[in-house]
């Protein structure tokens, strides 16, 4: 009776013919998680910021709304006091809208240095890894070379 071939086996012999180092593949993977996560950092402080520009930029807002909605004397106050109003709302948007680009600018300056710093590293990982590889496959071929000697 025929038996089957044990594929396992042959695989398990074949891969064994080809040594695979994995340690490249996790010290991408920690590369790419460490990106991540100061990736992450850079957006989250990013997020607090614009958050507390925008509280503030509101609690300023309803504060001198106060102004405008007091019962005034004259006519010619309420025009005043709106004027003021809209005067401060535009000063306001202003120094806002400054400390939102400051915010964007800083995130992407973090972010292109974060891109660099990892490209750095990921081409210092990719070049270890092939020569460890190459070395490796000199060191087969050489030992395989003097074993048909």
Do not use: C, H, R
């Given at each position: 009776?025929?038996?089957?071939?044990?594929?396992?086996?042959?695989?398990?012999?074949?891969?064994?013919?080809?040594?695979?180092?994995?340690?490249?593949?996790?010290?991408?993977f920690?590369?790419?998680?460490?990106?991540?996560?100061?990736?992450?950092?850079?957006?989250?402080?990013?997020?607090?910021?614009?958050?507390?520009?925008?509280?503030?930029?509101?609690?300023?807002?309803?504060?001198?709304?106060?102004?405008?909605?007091?019962?005034?004397?004259?006519?010619?106050?309420y025009?005043?006091?709106?004027s003021?109003?809209?005067?401060?709302?535009?000063?306001?948007?202003?120094?806002?809208?400054?400390?939102?680009?400051e915010?964007?600018?800083?995130?992407?300056?973090?972010?292109?240095?974060?891109?660099?710093?990892?490209?750095?590293?990921?081409?210092?990982?990719?070049?270890?890894?092939?020569?460890?590889?190459?070395?490796?496959?000199?060191?087969?071929?050489?030992?395989?070379?003097?074993?048909?000697?």
């Amino acid at each position: 009776m025929a038996t089957t071939q044990d594929f396992t086996k042959m695989m398990q012999d074949m891969m064994g013919s080809f040594p695979m180092d994995t340690s490249a593949f996790q010290d991408a993977f920690k590369t790419t998680a460490a990106l991540g996560e100061k990736m992450s950092k850079v957006a989250l402080e990013a997020a607090e910021k614009s958050n507390e520009i925008s509280s503030k930029w509101t609690k300023d807002t309803i504060s001198k709304l106060g102004a405008v909605t007091t019962v005034k004397d004259e006519p010619t106050d309420y025009t005043k006091a709106l004027s003021d109003f809209a005067s401060a709302s535009a000063e306001m948007a202003a120094e806002n809208m400054a400390a939102y680009a400051e915010v964007a600018k800083k995130v992407q300056m973090e972010t292109v240095e974060l891109l660099l710093a990892a490209g750095k590293d990921i081409s210092e990982d990719a070049s270890a890894a092939v020569k460890k590889a190459t070395d490796e496959a000199t060191a087969a071929a050489k030992k395989a070379t003097a074993a048909t000697k």
